[in-house]
């Protein structure tokens, strides 16, 4: 069993969606989690780190349920530029798990 | 601030050749990572450092070797190259081990 599972997608919503990708993870004793974006062909960057209370960054906000071992990312209107793979990660002691990631593309 | 830099870009290699990646880092990190990205798989971590002159394994190690001889830089060799090693590698560094991790631009190694 994965660490980390996301649904890969693809998803392809229209300027202005808004769109939830979730996250499953098979430790319950996981310390930390993220969120990630990934470009095509760059390396990833922290999107927003994910807090029990739930935290928000903008159109971005993130969920953590630490009962159901699921974590999620709500984007609100979505911006062409928010284009790109999102990577759920998630910290157990000294190593990072990541998911395989979640392709978005928004669309004019 | 460079961040996190890799050296080289990209390479060629024929199967046995040898190479090692450079990843260096400017921030006084302790922590720092060498992963590899492939088609499906997602970032699989091959070994991490906890801090100078320290190694540890991660999910993938076979057919690497990393040494942490300085803070700064992390290098990860491969000593007898395969085709299953082509794929991305990213290096990653973290202030301690549970905070943001902050990656380099990554390298492509095609092994032919």
């Known amino acids: 069993r994965k660490e980390v599972e996301q649904d890969p997608g693809p998803f392809n919503v229209p300027e202005g969606a808004t769109v939830a990708f979730n996250c499953t993870y098979s430790?319950?004793?996981?310390?930390?989690f993220f969120w990630y974006r990934q470009d095509c062909r760059k390396e990833p960057k922290l999107l927003m780190s994910?807090?029990?209370s739930g935290n928000e960054d903008g159109r971005f906000t993130a969920q953590l349920n630490r009962a159901s071992q699921y974590i999620s990312l709500l984007i609100r209107d979505s911006k062409l530029s928010d284009s790109a793979t999102y990577l759920c990660?998630?910290?157990?002691?000294?190593?990072?798990?990541f998911g395989t990631g979640t392709s978005l593309t928004v669309i004019p | 601030n460079a961040g996190v830099t890799q050296t080289p870009k990209f390479r060629v290699l024929k199967t046995g050749q040898s190479m090692t990646l450079l990843c260096a880092q400017d921030?006084?990190?302790?922590?720092m990572y060498w992963y590899r990205q492939d088609p499906g798989m997602g970032l699989r971590l091959i070994h991490y450092?906890?801090?100078?002159?320290?190694?540890a394994k991660g999910e993938v190690p076979d057919g690497y070797n990393v040494s942490r001889l300085k803070k700064q830089n992390f290098l990860l060799g491969l000593e007898s190259a395969a085709p299953s090693q082509t794929s991305v590698y990213f290096c990653?560094?973290?202030?301690?081990?549970?905070?943001?991790?902050?990656f380099g631009p990554g390298t492509r190694l095609l092994v032919l």
């Open positions: 990653a560094s973290s202030y301690r081990g549970k905070e943001t991790q902050y």
């Open positions: 450092s906890v801090g100078e002159g320290t190694t």
């Open positions: 990660v998630v910290n157990d002691f000294n190593q990072f798990y």
């Open positions: 994910v807090y029990s």
């Open positions: 430790n319950s004793a996981s310390q930390s």
């Open positions: 921030m006084n990190h302790e922590y």
